[in-house]
């Protein structure tokens, strides 16, 4: 398949019916865009994490600052 075409089948890559506009949807941006396109898209938009490893009445670890990029890099990163 070409890649508009996986886009497509995924809902990606969509019709906007009311405009008539194909475009990228906000999950497309979130999966793949810059961190710019993200930050201008969801201002607000970050992923915060909190590890429990020794003690589970206390969180040992924790991801600072918190990521504001794609999905992608963010599994990444908390990986």
């Known amino acids: 398949m070409e890649p508009l075409e996986i ?5 990606l890559y969509r019709k906007d019916f009311k405009t ?12 793949f865009g ?3 396109t993200i930050q201008s898209l969801l ?8 590890v429990r490893r020794d003690n589970l009445d206390r969180w040992d670890d924790r991801i600072t600052p918190p990521l504001r990029t794609n999905l992608i890099d ?5 990986m």
Not at 7 to 11: A, E, F, N, P, T
Not at 20 to 31: N, Q, S, V, Y
Not at 74 to 78: D, I, N
Request: zero cysteines; a negative charge; aromatic letters at 10%.
């Open 7 to 11: 886009l497509r089948s995924s809902s």
């Open 20 to 31: 008539g506009e194909e475009g990228f949807t906000l999950a497309a941006a979130l999966i």
């Open 34 to 36: 810059k961190d710019e």
């Open 43 to 50: 201002p607000a938009y970050k992923v915060e994490a909190m």
């Open 74 to 78: 963010t599994y990444l990163r908390l």
